[in-house]
């Protein structure tokens, strides 16, 4: 396969923080219109992988290549192709969310009729027609995280990194995004998404990566997992503590009841 129709393939990607290791050798390639679920404990490395895709942060070794291009090379071309759902969004608090969606849509260059057609579809299939006029800082959690969802997907990006996308969601809204990410995916669209909800990952992804102190432990489908946890009838939670090592849950609710 040429490297231009690989979406994203990371080769010997370390990236430390003074003594930790955040990412610590990390290869890792993702299919063109897969939804690749980033699994891991709290500080295993899940959104500095991310953001290393993105072009956030520079690696200190290894190389990153998205659609065939180098990140630190090709930094303007690489973020034009990328919609990104940061786990904290900074939103400019000071304008409407038609402002901002407007802003974004103007960044990417999107013609203006164009641009505004797909901010209203978003904002209606969103539940948030009537509120775009209204001041960001007077939004809900879950208003912002759908603005900044929306802000992801209105240059019809090709892949998406999105870093625990349905936080703040109420479950019609988070139906709608998981529906439309599959749907993308379907269209050919490339995904990476990071999340603590295992039933998400479950029913989402093609494949699930779980990262534990910056590396890779595991990754395949479910069947995959179960074969390497050798659990062959067991689910993703199942697995994931046993292979992040976290079954001893007991003694430490014991010891903490003590
Ligand atoms: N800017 C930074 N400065 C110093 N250390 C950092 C920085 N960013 C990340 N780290 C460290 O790198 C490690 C990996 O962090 P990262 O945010 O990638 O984890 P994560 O898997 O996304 O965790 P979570 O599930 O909590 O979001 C952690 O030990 C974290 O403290
Ligand atoms: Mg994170």
């Known amino acids: 396969m040429s490297s231009v129709s690989i979406p994203v393939r990371l080769s010997g990607v370390t990236k430390r ?39 956030l942060v520079k690696p200190d070794s ?10 630190q090379e090709h930094p303007v071309e690489v973020k034009r192709l990328i919609g990104y759902v940061p786990e904290s969004p900074r939103i400019y608090e000071f304008l409407t969310g038609l402002e901002f969606l407007d802003l974004i849509g103007d960044i990417y260059g999107l013609p203006l009729k164009e ?34 969802i929306i802000s992801a997907l209105i240059h019809r990006p090709k892949l998406l990194l999105l870093d625990e996308p349905l936080t703040g969601l109420d479950p ?51 069947e995959e997992l179960r074969r390497t946890a050798e659990m062959p009838s067991s689910d993703l939670e199942d697995i994931f503590l046993k292979l992040t090592g976290e079954e001893d849950i007991k003694p430490i609710i014991e010891a903490l009841l003590k």
């Open 17 to 55: 923080y003074g003594d930790i290791v955040a990412v610590d050798y990390l290869d890792l390639e993702v299919k063109c219109g897969e939804v690749l679920g980033l699994l891991g404990p709290n500080g295993s490395g899940k959104s500095t992988t991310i953001k290393m895709i993105l072009g």
């Open 62 to 71: 290894g190389f990153v290549d998205v659609f065939g291009m180098n990140v």
């Open 115 to 148: 641009k505004r057609e797909r901010i209203l579809k978003y904002l209606r299939a969103l539940g948030l027609e009537g509120r775009e006029g209204d001041l960001i800082s007077s939004y809900s959690r879950g208003m912002k995280q759908k603005i900044i």
């Open 172 to 222: 019609r809204s988070a139906r709608i995004v998981k529906d439309l990410i599959r749907e993308l995916a379907s269209e050919g669209v490339t995904v990476i998404l990071s999340t603590h909800v295992l039933e998400i990952a479950e029913a989402m992804c093609d494949r699930i990566a779980i990262m534990f102190e910056g590396r890779l432990l595991a990754i395949g489908t479910m």
